[in-house]
């Protein structure tokens, strides 16, 4: 199981990478193994504020449907557009280009509450 230490996570199962003001948001290599082929990623709220925990757009997968929620507060700046086209890189790659949205964040000090690499391993028992 990857779980990149440089990375926050969340117990919704999502990675956040912090640069600035702006954080890039996909789901872990956990949830991608467990959701099995990703055939759809959507995202309708590109250019909305949404608060930390709303739900920001669904993945579906051969076997079910998942929400993803915001890990942090702010506005959706921009939408990953390569996975309307490979919603399996998410898959392949979920670090790398199979991320999904970027934030930029409302409230920095919200990343404090994120989970680091190791918490994230023990929520999954890993």
Avoid: C, R
């Avoid at 230490?5 to 702006?22: A, M």
């Avoid at 997968?61 to 990953?80: R, Y």
């Amino acid at each position: 199981m990857n779980i990149p230490s440089e990375l926050k996570y969340t117990k919704d199962h999502e990675w956040v990478k912090i640069d600035g003001d702006i954080a890039t948001v996909g789901i872990t290599d956990f949830a991608q193994s467990e959701l099995g082929d990703i055939v759809y990623v959507e995202v309708e709220t590109l250019d909305e504020t949404l608060d930390k925990e709303e739900v920001f757009g669904t993945v579906e997968a051969v076997k079910t449907v998942s929400d993803l929620f915001l890990p942090l507060s702010g506005e959706i700046v921009e939408f990953n557009e390569a996975l309307e086209d490979e919603p399996e890189k998410v898959n392949t790659d979920p670090y790398g280009d199979g991320w999904m949205i970027k934030i930029k964040m409302s409230d920095a000090s919200e990343v404090e509450g994120l989970m680091s690499a190791d918490d994230y391993k023990s929520l999954i028992g890993a």
